[in-house]
């Protein structure tokens, strides 16, 4: 007996997205059935009486916020850029001759 695939079914097995949500509150038992799900980024806060999928104010509890990407962030100070432009040489040219010696002056 081969497994049936249906497109855009229900998710079975997945970690509720409210886990993961900084909005989200949970209160669990000791059974795996003991769950209450709290959505706090709602006014008033709601009992969810099912498992999260897709939610329009989810806001991930694990990535830094912009006050601590702030505090993690190096400033670069500008560099000075100097007035001239082109390439300088370090030492005087001198000509070289074909068959690779130096030509005296």
């Given at each position: 007996?081969?497994?049936?695939h249906v497109k855009n079914g229900t998710p079975v097995g997945n970690m509720p997205l409210c886990k993961n949500c900084s909005w989200g509150q949970f209160i669990t038992g000791y059974r795996e059935s003991d769950m209450l799900a709290i959505c706090t980024a709602t006014n008033p806060n709601i009992m969810l009486p099912f498992t999260v999928h897709e939610?329009?104010?989810f806001q991930d509890k694990h990535r830094p916020d912009y006050?601590?990407?702030?505090?993690?962030?190096?400033?670069?100070?500008?560099l000075r850029i100097s007035r001239?432009?082109?390439?300088?040489?370090v030492e005087p040219i001198r000509p070289v001759s074909h068959n690779g010696e130096d030509q005296v002056d």
């Amino acid at each position: 007996m081969s497994k049936l695939h249906v497109k855009n079914g229900t998710p079975v097995g997945n970690m509720p997205l409210c886990k993961n949500c900084s909005w989200g509150q949970f209160i669990t038992g000791y059974r795996e059935s003991d769950m209450l799900a709290i959505c706090t980024a709602t006014n008033p806060n709601i009992m969810l009486p099912f498992t999260v999928h897709e939610c329009s104010g989810f806001q991930d509890k694990h990535r830094p916020d912009y006050e601590q990407m702030k505090k993690l962030a190096i400033d670069f100070q500008p560099l000075r850029i100097s007035r001239t432009a082109g390439f300088r040489s370090v030492e005087p040219i001198r000509p070289v001759s074909h068959n690779g010696e130096d030509q005296v002056d």
